[in-house]
């Protein structure tokens, strides 16, 4: 970095440099011939009047006096002049004439004037700019090393600036480099950039930390759930094996069916939980929640009776529908596990939010659990839900999938006496 920040700024310095030495070694000439203009301008107004007097004017040293007539003709009796016919053309009409061919450069100042017997003369004066070219190059030359050595000290000063402030960086990347599980950057004692930029990365180590620790439960926790359903087939097969009896082998195959089926359905869980943590979210799109909920209570037929209660017209929700099907799925199978006798499946439309109740008339979740049990792995009654064939991951996937939604997940007690789930999901009107 600071080799890159020193060479762009020691880069545009000399360009900017020489393009300054340029511009200011060609206003050396401009510079000449207003000064000369300066110093000739009074000679040609004493000359003018010494002529409409009808006296000859006066000679100064380093200065040409000359007086023409019309055609450019001399009439005082001095050599001509080095004008050519335009020149004279040019002078007549009081304009300025530079002569760059002569050695030295000559300029030229004249106009008309007339004589006390009416003559017009062409009365003009002239200087040579001895050193024009010379001037021009010494000042290019000295001021293409000024440029150069002026450049050359802003490396040098831009190197040691840039230097300076990144010592502070340098001493948190190292700090940085130290770090232990869990310590954090110090903040510098001065509010700047440097501050803020710590401070960032504090946050940052903090949200790491944090996603380390959840990674690291969840890691144990799927591993902890996963043991038992793979560690209960084996023990299975190797009664099978052992013992083989028909009559066993059939029951060891029961077994061994509803423990795929619970390997299976952890399985499936953890991978749309991972998918969710990664990121990926299928595209959102109206769903019918009624139409979703009759569908989802005909898929359980047997167990304990399930009753849905659906507003007259349709009630769009913005979401996937495998979203919906998941949700609907999970709060039925756990009402399924816990009821006794009777689901009710609620759907109620709003104009901002549509909200689904699914109540059962078990046992209930007691207070203390009702916000645990939407977080992974969480159970109740670790026991049961393990007979039951629960993975403790369903509710967590309900939830998951209403958050990422802008939607949430409530859990109270139902009329009936058992738990209840209320689902909020954003309505979406549809043309």
Known sequence: MRFRITTVATAVTLLVLLWLAVVSSRMIGPLLVRSADDELAPVLASSISSVSRGAAPAQLPNVQVHVLDTSGAPVDGLPRPLLSSGDVRVLKAGTSVLRLDDVPPTRWLGTVATTPDGSQRLVVVGTGLSGYAAAQRSALRWQLIAAIIAACAAALATWVAVRSALRPVERMRQAAARLGAGRRLPLPSS?????????????????????????RRFTGDA???LRSPVASIRVQAEVAVAHPDPDLAQEVLTDVMRESERLSSLVDGLLTLARSDAGEVPPAEPVDLAAAAVSAAARYPDGPSVVVHVPAGLCWVLAAPSEVDLVLDNLLRNACRHARSRITVTVIGGAAASRLVVDDDGEGIAPEHRKKVLDRFYRVQDDRARSSGGTGLGLALVAEVVRRRGGAVRVGESPEGGARFLVSWRSVSVV
């Open 223 to 225: 591993a902890h759930e």
């Open 191 to 215: 509010h700047d950039e440097l501050r803020s930029l710590a401070g960032a990365l504090n946050d940052l180590l903090a949200r790491r930390d944090e996603a380390a620790d959840r990674l």
